[in-house]
């Protein structure tokens, strides 16, 4: 099969790219960097020539709304209309766990993504994740406060990268089911813990200070907004093995 990797640079999309390929598919990467944007279209018919499988797994480094809602509406239009000139198959978008409940910050850009996907006459699965594990530290940044992390002790049930790639690399070669699954790691806790566990494995001496009012990177949540209330795929990796493969290899 021949399937162009969208972000194919990227944590997830790298890691996709190279499952896809030790599996025999011909897995394209396509990204700004490899000549190709989304969001102008610049390179999209010349990359989709012959592919069956598309996989949408850009991102914008910024989380304001009104950055990321153009940036995914748009990506994702051209992006299908793109396929649909190519004859594309299947559509595979990932997105976050909560989007459906949250709607707001980054999570109207994810809104706008799934919208466009639903609406872009290509069948589709739209893929939701939980947090990456990878992402907790960025977490931490964007709430510390002289010297303190403020989170919030909500639920969430963070993931290994390397799980979502796995199952976005079976996703593609599946057929498009039309609709959303959704998948998540192995423990949920609240996110103070998760932050707690991941600083002190990097002896980060940074005092996590527990506030349930903190939000998500300044959007309000509740108990379980992010994390699947259905049911989901569960990732293999917890976080001590992957805490302990991270610290094996200096990250
Ligand atoms: N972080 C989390 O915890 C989390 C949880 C659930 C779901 N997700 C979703 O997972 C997806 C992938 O995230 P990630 O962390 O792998 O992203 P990432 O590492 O930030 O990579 C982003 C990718 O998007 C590409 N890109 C940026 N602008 C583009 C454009 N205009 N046209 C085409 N490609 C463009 C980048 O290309 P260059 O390298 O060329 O710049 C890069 O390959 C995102 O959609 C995100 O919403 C993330």
């Not at 990467?29 to 989709?48: F, K, N, R, Y």
């Not at 979502?164 to 609240?190: C, F, H, K, N, Y």
Request: glycine share 10%; net charge negative.
């Amino acid at each position: 099969m021949k399937i162009v990797v969208i972000g194919g640079t990227g944590l997830i999309g790298k890691q996709v790219v190279e499952i896809l390929s030790s599996q025999g598919h011909e897995a394209k990467a396509a990204s700004p960097s490899t000549g190709v944007d989304s969001v102008t279209g610049q390179g999209l018919d010349e990359a989709m020539v012959g592919a069956d499988v598309v996989v949408d797994l850009t991102n914008t480094a910024d989380f304001d709304e009104k950055v990321v809602v153009p940036f995914f509406s748009t990506s994702s239009r051209n992006l299908l209309a793109a396929e649909k000139r190519a004859g594309v198959r299947h559509h595979v978008a990932l997105s976050v766990v909560g989007t459906d409940r949250i709607g707001v910050g980054y999570f109207a850009g994810k809104t706008a993504q799934e919208k466009a996907v639903r609406e872009g006459g290509v069948p589709y699965t739209i893929l939701r994740a939980t947090q990456f594990f990878e992402f907790i530290p960025l977490i931490a940044d964007a709430g510390t406060r002289d010297g303190s992390v403020y989170v919030t002790n909500h639920l969430m049930q963070p993931m290994a990268a390397a799980d979502v790639a796995r199952i976005v690399a079976e996703t593609a070669v599946s057929p498009a089911i039309d609709g959303v699954l959704e998948m998540a790691g192995p423990e949920r806790a609240g996110l103070d813990e998760f932050v707690g566990r991941v600083l002190a494995a990097r002896n980060d001496s940074r005092p996590v200070v527990t506030d349930p009012q903190a939000g998500y990177f300044g959007i309000p949540i509740e108990e379980t907004s992010i994390v699947p209330l259905g049911e989901s795929r569960i990732g293999d990796i917890t976080l001590k093995d992957w805490l302990n493969s991270t610290s094996q290899h200096g990250l």
